[in-house]
Nanobody
Framework: QVQLVESGGGLVQPGGSLRLSCAASGRIFTFNTMGWYRQAPGKQRELVAIATSTGSTNYVDSVKGRFTISRANANNTVSLQMNSLKPEDTAVYYC?????????WGQGTQVTVSS
């Protein structure tokens, strides 16, 4: 099993920045993917950004150029730097871990962008 602990999130004004972090522990295979999904009220959960343990990254179009995902494989952590935040970024953000026969989710952290 893999456990995820998230930190970060909160309330920020439009145009502001926040940083989310997630640490994985447990049985972790060398090749894995970590990333962030979000779910706004009344909407489906969507992928925001993912990063593989080999360095590949992928972003949803709506956050490209504003969000940056980074990983530290040595301690199995992933971070999401979110800049130029917009009200439509408001959602619960979930950390996700995937590897061979394993999928894990964090508990979720609220991000609210409002003036």
């Amino acid at each position: 099993q893999v456990q995820l602990v998230e930190s970060g999130g909160g309330l920020v004004q439009p145009g502001g920045s926040l940083r989310l972090s997630c640490a994985a522990s447990g049985r972790i295979f060398t090749f894995n993917t970590m990333g962030w999904y979000r779910q706004a009220p009344g909407k489906q959960r969507e992928l925001v950004a993912i990063a593989t343990s080999t360095g590949s990254t992928n972003y949803v179009d709506s956050v490209k150029g504003r969000f940056t995902i980074s990983r530290a494989n040595a301690n199995n952590t992933v971070s999401l730097q979110m800049n130029s935040l917009k009200p439509e970024d408001t959602a619960v953000y979930y950390c996700n871990f995937r590897s061979y026969r394993t999928v894990a989710w964090g508990q979720g952290t609220q991000v609210t962008v409002s003036s």
